[in-house]
Structure formats: C-alpha cells, structure tokens
C-alpha cells in the first residue's frame, strides 16, 4: 500500500510542527513511497446438512387433486478465518535525516510496522447451527388423460453463515415463497414461475443485536417449457 503520509504527519504532529510534521512525512515516503507486505489468509469452511422430505397426493375428486409436502433442512456451518501480513522490505536509516530526527524516524517505523501488524488475524472459528421447514401446498387438475394443470406454493430457504468481516459477521437467514402453475399435455408441459411471491426482506448482516442491513431478493418472474417422451 502507498506510505500514508497524512498518517505519519498526525502521528508527528504532537511533537513538532505541522509544517515540520509534514515535511519528515513527505521524506519519508521518498524512501519508502510503499509499504509492501506479504499477505496471507485462509478462510476454511465446513458445512454438514441433512434434510429430510415428503410429498402426499389426495384425490378429492375424479379429477381434482390436492398436493402436500414438506421439507426439514438442519444445516451446520463451521467457518475459519486467519491473516497474516509481513513487511517484506527494509525501514528507512533512522538518521537519513540527520541525528537530530532519528527518534521520529524511528516512532515513524514503529507506526508503519504498527500498520502492518494491525493487518494481521488470529485465527478465529464460528459454528453455527440452522433448522428449516419447508413446506409445499397445490392443486392438480386432470382434464383428459392427457392434459392436466397444477399450481404449487412452495416455501424457499438459504441458511445464513458467518464472515470475517468484524462490522458484519453474522449473515442472515433468506426465506421466501415461490410458486408455479403448470400444464401438461402427453409429450409437452408449459408452466408459469413467480420466485419470492411475497417480496419478502431479510436480515443480511448483523451484528450481535445490531441489524447493519436489511435486503430483499429479487422478485423473479417467467415462463417455462419442456418435451418428454
């Protein structure tokens, strides 16, 4: 990163000028116009789910059928995060600008290793734990042995997680309602789609009890066709 020269003048400024302050920092950043580091993270995540599904079918007439299902989801998330940084360069000669500044040269140093040092991350685990249930309700018309319509209404989930973002580290749960209509003839279907009826929002990030975001999927509709012999 380029040397942050208005950061070394404030971190000088209480004990020389500020025109002196800025001027140290401007030589400075001569000999050292980067502070180059070498940057290394792992980010390593697990995650376990079981789910467990279920669909019924009763035939309350002839021709007219009514759907149920359901969906239990359990998901569990493990996810890691680790930086490390290194200055990979050589501090400017304290005395590079004579014996009479070499004690803020070196504070200056000090501050510039303090940087890169404050870049780094210990290695930090969170594990969580998410359950769901999912269900699913519609209606099936048989109109000839060869044509039938459906509608279904079905409950949609993503878990949240975790982030190494300290000012967001929790991701929220997204829950939404999608629903579809649908014909079938005996080589052909046509179906109409809605993802998230309800414009539901969601939590996106949080913090603790601090809600940072709250965002909404985007309400998707369209038009399907297939073949099937």
Same mark, same amino acid.
């Given at each position: 990163?380029?040397? %942050?020269?208005?950061?070394?003048?404030?971190?000088?400024?209480?004990?020389?000028?500020?025109?002196?302050?800025?001027?140290?920092?401007?030589?400075?950043?001569?000999?050292? %116009?980067?502070?180059?580091? !070498?940057? $290394?993270?792992?980010?390593?995540?697990?995650?376990?789910?079981?789910?467990?599904?279920? =669909? /019924?079918?009763?035939?309350?007439?002839?021709?007219?059928?009514?759907?149920?299902?359901?969906?239990?989801?359990?998901?569990?998330?493990?996810?890691?995060?680790?930086?490390?940084?290194? #200055?990979? =360069?050589?501090?400017?000669?304290?005395? #590079?600008?004579?014996?009479?500044?070499?004690?803020?040269?070196?504070?200056?140093?000090?501050?510039?290793?303090?940087?890169?040092?404050? +870049?780094? /991350?210990?290695? !930090? /685990?969170?594990?969580?734990? #998410?359950? !769901? #249930?999912?269900?699913?309700?519609?209606?099936?018309?048989?109109?000839?042995?060869?044509?039938?319509?459906?509608?279904?209404?079905?409950?949609?989930?993503?878990?949240?997680?975790?982030?190494?973002?300290? !000012?967001?580290?929790?991701?929220?749960?997204?829950?939404?309602?999608?629903?579809?209509?649908?014909?079938? $003839? =005996?080589?052909?279907?046509?179906?109409?789609?809605?993802?998230?009826?309800?414009? /539901?929002?969601?939590?996106?990030?949080?913090?603790?009890?601090?809600?940072? $975001?709250?965002?909404?999927?985007?309400?998707?509709?369209?038009?399907? +066709?297939?073949?099937?012999?």
């Amino acid at each position: 990163m380029t040397t %942050p020269t208005g950061t070394i003048t404030n971190l000088l400024t209480p004990y020389v000028r500020a025109t002196s302050a800025a001027t140290i920092a401007t030589a400075y950043a001569q000999v050292l %116009p980067v502070i180059p580091v !070498a940057y $290394a993270a792992s980010q390593p995540e697990r995650v376990e789910t079981m789910a467990l599904f279920g =669909d /019924a079918r009763w035939r309350v007439a002839d021709r007219l059928t009514l759907i149920g299902g359901f969906g239990l989801d359990r998901e569990r998330n493990r996810y890691a995060a680790e930086t490390q940084t290194t #200055f990979t =360069d050589t501090l400017p000669a304290t005395d #590079f600008l004579g014996t009479r500044y070499a004690p803020l040269v070196s504070a200056v140093n000090a501050g510039v290793l303090g940087l890169v040092d404050d +870049a780094n /991350a210990p290695m !930090a /685990a969170n594990t969580r734990t #998410f359950h !769901a #249930f999912l269900p699913k309700a519609g209606v099936s018309m048989d109109w000839t042995p060869d044509l039938t319509t459906a509608f279904t209404v079905q409950r949609a989930y993503r878990s949240g997680g975790s982030s190494q973002n300290q !000012a967001a580290n929790r991701v929220g749960v997204r829950t939404v309602v999608n629903g579809q209509v649908g014909y079938q $003839a =005996d080589h052909w279907n046509l179906f109409v789609f809605a993802r998230n009826l309800l414009n /539901a929002k969601y939590q996106q990030y949080n913090y603790a009890a601090a809600h940072i $975001a709250v965002l909404g999927d985007p309400q998707t509709f369209g038009v399907g +066709a297939g073949l099937h012999w």
